[in-house]
């Protein structure tokens, strides 16, 4: 799969690519996104990540050009048009911003919305058999408590920030925790924990992004939303990141205590092959 982006569908190299320094994605964050990524060539639940880009869309009151129709016809082009072999795999960040506009937050300035679509190779894998280290940070995202709530917009600041602590820590992910100190997500994932042989995932009360992977974890096996805190953490037998681009990844140690025998464990690698088998089959 080779680098591409596509700007209202028109296809670019991305030394080529380019969009004005008015675009109110640049000046304000005023945009949403979804990240999607491939299978033998054919993309993972396109048909939900329309549909939730859809979804931000309108908690932000902006007008997707074309509707999803149009999306899904922009995604699929830029995909064919990055592949160099058939089952080439690689992943796509989808944007939709306001678009250009003078100066000023008024919503009526911005006239044209932009759909923008960069077509990236797969990063390489996480280390799977390793598993990854995680510290909670316990923050405050830019929608949260807003009308936007629960769209995925673009200003990732809060997370940006938090996964730099989790940086300096040794660690690779930062798990969010909210004003009450329940734990919300990871930076880009869902959390999941498994203790006694029960798998828990935090619900969509406490402000989470309904991650796709995690729908598709949920439907592959059973799982129940709880509320969870770091005691929750610290306590569990095994802890895992789910996300469109990582999958499923075992969390070996949260604040620096280690979880379980500090290697990814048996249900962890269990939901990760039954979600590859899902993610292969959804459309
Ligand atoms: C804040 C947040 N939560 C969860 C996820 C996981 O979502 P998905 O499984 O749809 O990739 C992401 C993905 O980027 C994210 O940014």
Same mark, same amino acid.
């Given at each position: 799969? @080779? @680098?591409?982006?596509?700007?209202?569908?028109?296809?670019? %190299?991305?030394?080529?690519?380019?969009?004005?320094?008015?675009?109110?994605?640049?000046?304000?964050?005023?945009?949403?996104?979804?990240?999607?990524?491939?299978?033998?060539?054919?993309?993972?639940?396109?048909?939900?990540?329309?549909?939730?880009?859809?979804?931000?869309?309108? @908690?932000?009151?902006?007008?997707?050009?074309?509707?999803?129709?149009?999306?899904?016809?922009?995604?699929?082009?830029?995909?064919?048009?990055?592949?160099?072999?058939?089952?080439?795999?690689?992943?796509?960040?989808?944007? %939709?911003?306001?678009?250009?506009?003078?100066?000023?937050?008024?919503?009526?300035?911005?006239?044209?919305?932009? %759909?923008?679509?960069?077509?990236?190779?797969?990063?390489?894998?996480?280390?799977?058999?390793?598993?990854? @280290?995680?510290?909670?940070?316990?923050?405050?995202?830019?929608?949260?408590? $807003?009308?936007?709530?629960?769209?995925?917009?673009?200003?990732?600041?809060?997370?940006? %920030?938090?996964?730099?602590?989790?940086?300096?820590?040794?660690?690779?992910?930062?798990?969010?925790?909210?004003?009450?100190?329940?734990?919300?997500?990871?930076?880009?994932?869902?959390?999941?924990?498994?203790?006694?042989?029960?798998?828990?995932?935090?619900?969509?009360?406490?402000?989470?992004?309904?991650?796709? $992977?995690?729908?598709?974890?949920?439907?592959?096996?059973?799982?129940?939303?709880?509320?969870?805190?770091?005691?929750?953490?610290?306590?569990?037998?095994?802890?895992?990141?789910?996300?469109?681009?990582?999958?499923?990844?075992?969390?070996?140690?949260?604040?620096?205590?280690?979880?379980?025998?500090?290697?990814?464990? $048996?249900?962890?690698?269990?939901?990760?092959?039954?979600?590859?088998?899902?993610?292969?089959?959804?459309?």
């Amino acid at each position: 799969m @080779r @680098r591409l982006v596509s700007i209202d569908g028109r296809i670019a %190299l991305p030394e080529d690519a380019t969009i004005s320094v008015y675009d109110r994605g640049f000046l304000y964050g005023d945009a949403v996104f979804e990240t999607l990524r491939t299978y033998d060539g054919a993309p993972c639940a396109l048909e939900a990540h329309v549909a939730r880009l859809l979804k931000s869309a309108k @908690r932000l009151r902006l007008a997707v050009p074309g509707g999803a129709a149009a999306v899904r016809a922009q995604v699929l082009g830029a995909l064919a048009a990055a592949r160099e072999h058939p089952t080439d795999d690689g992943y796509a960040r989808v944007m %939709l911003t306001r678009g250009a506009a003078p100066l000023g937050l008024d919503i009526d300035l911005a006239k044209a919305p932009g %759909l923008i679509i960069l077509v990236e190779p797969l990063p390489p894998p996480p280390a799977y058999d390793v598993g990854i @280290r995680a510290v909670t940070v316990a923050t405050l995202r830019v929608a949260d408590g $807003t009308q936007a709530a629960g769209a995925k917009v673009t200003s990732y600041l809060a997370s940006i %920030l938090a996964l730099a602590d989790a940086k300096a820590q040794g660690a690779q992910e930062a798990i969010l925790l909210d004003g009450r100190g329940q734990v919300i997500e990871g930076t880009t994932s869902n959390v999941f924990v498994v203790q006694g042989g029960a798998i828990r995932t935090p619900g969509e009360e406490v402000g989470l992004l309904l991650g796709i $992977t995690r729908q598709l974890v949920m439907e592959a096996v059973p799982v129940e939303t709880a509320a969870l805190t770091p005691a929750d953490l610290y306590a569990a037998d095994e802890i895992f990141i789910t996300s469109s681009v990582r999958e499923v990844v075992g969390v070996v140690a949260v604040d620096a205590r280690i979880v379980g025998a500090g290697v990814p464990g $048996t249900v962890t690698r269990r939901v990760h092959d039954a979600y590859r088998a899902r993610a292969r089959a959804a459309k």
